[in-house]
């Protein structure tokens, strides 16, 4: 696992995550490991939404070493398995906007866990429109992801 240290923020601009991280801005923190701490979001879609952040600052997934993803995942699980117990919400969604056209916010990267419950109206924490892709353009995509899938770790 690539050592917290190695990473900083490579940009000038004051990161909020980074700065809770290292606790100069408060925040209501479910749990912590050496690599990787959990808040309530301040802005929650519903009671018990959380986020997962690295303590290294990588902006997207695919910045951080495959282990620090593997991790994120595990914290992940064990966050899952405690809202289930305090909140037993009937589902969740676990969302990474990655890249400002994806959504994302806060240019860390970060896992959102989202307690769903039946009344909830909208079926995700937002929505997104389908395309029509011809089956000749899918095709040409799936044997290219395949192929350099071949070349990833
Ligand atoms: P994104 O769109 O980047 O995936 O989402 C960023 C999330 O971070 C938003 O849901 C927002 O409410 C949350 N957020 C932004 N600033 C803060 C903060 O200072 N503290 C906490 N706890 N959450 C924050
Ligand atoms: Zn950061």
Redesign the pocket.
Known sequence: MTNRQEISNPSDEPC?FCR?VKGE?P??KVYEDEYAIA?????PVNPGHT?IVPKNHYEQLNDMPIEMAEHMMKVAWKIVLAIKKEIDPLGFNIIS?NGKEA????PHF?M?VIPRFHEDKTRFAFIWGTKKIEEEQMKKIQEGIKEKLKETV
């Open positions: 909020v809770i801005i925040s209501m808040f309530l979001d301040i802005n986020l906007n959504g994302q916010l806060i970060h959102h």
